[in-house]
């Protein structure tokens, strides 16, 4: 299984697209990524993690170290989780943080 | 009660964790055990194995090293057990985040932790032993039988 991940900043908004299995082997990819895209400084930054099949504690160390470093103002949207990440993002306490959408825009 | 079991040796690197989840979910699945499960005991047992890669052997600079993968099925239980050789490492003495931590924004909060805690939580039973020089992390989870 393999991972992939591709970014895109448009009017202040960043959009990170992933797919694959995210693990500590290939959550570095997603960190190189976050950390060009937190350099823009977005107010937005939206996860399209649709086609994401597995996200382990290491993916979302990536997202907690992308909200610290864009701050409270700027906003953290997922698209879509499946349910199974969405499980693990509600049992580490991540939600409290994140809005989850069905699409986005919506 | 019968015991059927087999097992699988993993080069200890992080490339090794995706086979190693496949594994798992090939044998957990032949078990009948339901997707959703399976999922929570393959997110156990990844961040076990990640920390023994990264901490276990990685760290202590021990090279060429692997991780057995145990699995045991009978009526009751399907077990994975992972097994290595690094210095002793039990994750029951790692701190974990608490509630207060947990409910934290995400600005504030401390970033380790929460993958023993997932382990923990993904399955039914999650325990630790060190024998013989190896470190056992035992994760069980109990099959449900309708009839019963």
């Known amino acids: ?106 | 009660m019968e015991n059927d079991t087999e097992s699988k040796k993993f080069k200890a690197t992080l490339d090794s964790l995706s086979s190693i989840r496949e594994y798992v979910t090939e044998q957990a699945s032949k078990a009948g055990i339901d997707k959703n499960r399976i999922y929570k005991l393959c997110l156990a047992v990844d961040e076990i194995a990640t920390n023994i890669i990264n901490y276990g052997y990685l760290r202590s600079g021990i090279k060429n090293a692997h991780v057995q993968a145990i699995i045991t099925k009978n009526a009751k239980h399907f077990s994975v057990v992972l097994e290595d050789t690094a210095p002793p490492f039990n994750p029951f003495e790692r701190e974990l985040p608490n509630d207060e931590e947990l409910n934290k924004p995400l600005e504030e909060r401390p970033i380790g932790g929460l993958g023993i805690m997932l382990a923990k939580d993904s399955v039914d039973e999650f325990r630790y032993e060190y024998k013989n020089s190896t470190n056992r992390n035992i994760f069980r989870i109990n099959i449900c039988n309708e009839d019963t």
């Open chain 1, 1 to 106: 299984m393999s991972f992939s991940v591709k970014s895109e900043i448009k009017e202040n908004v960043a959009i990170v697209t992933m797919a694959g299995d995210l693990d500590s082997s290939t959550a570095p990819q997603l960190h190189e990524e976050i950390k060009k895209v937190v350099q823009e400084n977005p107010k937005e930054l939206v996860l399209c993690v649709e086609e994401l099949n597995f996200m382990a504690s290491a993916g979302m160390r990536v997202i907690i170290f992308a909200k610290q470093k864009l701050g409270s103002a700027a906003s953290l949207i997922l698209v879509k989780p499946q349910e199974q990440v969405h499980e693990t993002l509600r049992m580490t306490g991540l939600l409290h943080s994140i809005t989850i959408v069905d699409k986005y825009p919506e």
